[in-house]
Each structure stands twice: as structure tokens, then as C-alpha cells.
């Protein structure tokens, strides 16, 4: 029998998501990724900026037409990458971010392949912008 129940985590995350894109100022940041998810048709936007000289996330933002876990998973995704690097960011997997939500409902697992998804493009997206190519590892965003 499936779990029906979400984490406080996940319910904390869902209610006071952290670090959406709140204003239309994409131009601001140096690496945007976008994704979809094709169980469901919704779509990721992950935004980030990075340091240069560490090549360190310095800001990520999101936003999505996802679900509730969808939500959580990306927001604690964004709390987790700020004062990474962007290999160490990109290492990240969705089993990473159910450990942090402390597990998702079995269903809603593939809602949380969203947000990392989307990081990694935009942390490709920047690579693709700065002249390191050699680094991409995703398809044209
Ligand atoms: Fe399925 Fe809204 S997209 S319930
Ligand atoms: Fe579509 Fe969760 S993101 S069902």
C-alpha cells in the first residue's frame, strides 16, 4: 500500500516554499535551466548565480506549474545548493532530495527529478554562457 501521508518537511516546504522567483528579473542571473516533466506536463525553471572566481552558487531561484511535491522538493533544493559548487551541485541527486524532505509518497517520487533536472541545465546554461563548453553535460536547453 502506497504511503499517503507527506513529512512535516514536505508540508513545511509546500506552505513557505523558499526562493522563488518572485520578481521578472531573470536577467539577472547567470545560468537558467527549464524542464518538464513528461508523467505530468508541468513545467521547472531553476535561475542561479554564480561566483566566477569559485565557480560557487552564490543564488537559486525557481519557479513551476508543478504540484505540491514538486514544490517542496525544489525549494529545499534551492536552500541545499546556495554555497555549493557547481560540480558539487550538480552531483545532486532526487534520492538526495528525498532524504532531505525525509521521503515523498511513492507517487509523487518522480515529482522531485523536476528541480535537480532543471539545476543541472541551468548549471549547463552557465557553463554554456562563460566559454566552458567542455564542462556541459545536458543536451541544448
Ligand atoms: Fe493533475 Fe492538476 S495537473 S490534478
Ligand atoms: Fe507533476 Fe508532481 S510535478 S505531479
Known amino acids: 500500500m502506497a504511503k499517503w501521508t507527506y513529512s512535516d518537511k514536505v508540508k513545511d516546504h509546500f506552505m513557505n516554499p523558499r526562493n522563488i ?4 528579473n531573470e536577467a539577472d542571473f547567470h545560468g537558467i535551466g527549464q524542464t518538464g516533466n513528461i508523467k505530468c506536463g508541468d513545467e521547472m525553471i531553476v535561475y542561479i548565480k554564480v561566483d566566477p ?7 537559486c531561484k525557481w519557479r513551476t506549474y508543478g504540484c505540491a511535491s514538486a514544490i517542496a522538493s525544489t525549494s ?11 560540480d558539487q551541485a550538480y552531483a545532486i541527486t532526487a534520492k538526495d532530495i528525498l532524504k532531505e524532505l525525509d521521503g ?24 554554456r554562457k562563460n566559454g566552458m563548453e567542455d564542462r556541459v553535460r545536458t543536451k541544448g536547453a
Do not use: F, Q, W
Not at 522567483?21 to 521578472?24: F, G, S, T
Not at 529545499?76 to 557547481?86: A, D, F, K, N, Y
Not at 523536476?114 to 552557465?126: M, N, P
Open 104 to 127: 515523498l509518497p511513492d507517487n509523487k517520487v518522480h515529482c522531485s527529478v523536476l528541480g535537480d533536472k532543471a539545476l543541472r541545465a541551468a548549471i549547463d546554461d552557465y557553463y
Open 21 to 24: 522567483l518572485r520578481e521578472d
Open 76 to 86: 529545499i533544493l534551492s536552500e541545499m545548493v546556495i554555497g555549493m559548487t557547481l
Open 53 to 59: 572566481d569559485t565557480l560557487t552558487i552564490t543564488d
